[in-house]
Nanobody, 127 residues
């Protein structure tokens, strides 16, 4: 399973960016999908995750109300819309996924659950 990210860049505080993660060839309703980030000198942090099987979405407290995760099955792509960006949002953002198979459980922001990872895209928010 290949995850191809795009959309990172440099933006001023208060601005917006949309990250994209294409997962070609797979029906995304069969996956848990998530975004993680790693800031310089900090641990990897879960940002958001979702499962289309039950419509659940979860967000880290630090991004709640500012970030939105979504999926376009027709394009095999998961998005992270980021608004009201802050310098603390700076980091490398990673898309991640795992396939449920015949089972299902609510997704989480535990990175150990995710088998497939993108290469990362840099987001820099200037003050």
């Amino acid at each position: 399973v290949q995850l191809i990210e795009s959309g990172g860049g440099v933006v001023k505080a208060g601005g917006s960016l949309t990250l994209s993660c294409a997962i070609p060839g797979f029906y995304l309703d069969d996956f848990a999908l998530a975004w993680f980030r790693r800031a310089p000198g900090r641990e990897r942090e879960g940002v958001s995750c979702m499962s289309r099987r039950d419509g659940s979405e979860y967000y880290a407290d630090s991004v709640k109300g500012r970030f939105t995760i979504s999926v376009d099955n027709a394009k095999n792509t998961v998005y992270l819309q980021m608004n009201s960006l802050k310098p603390d949002d700076t980091g490398v953002y990673y898309c991640a996924a795992f396939s449920y198979g015949s089972a299902w459980w609510p997704p989480s922001l535990n990175p150990n659950e995710y088998k497939y990872w993108g290469q990362g895209t840099q987001v820099t928010v200037s003050s």
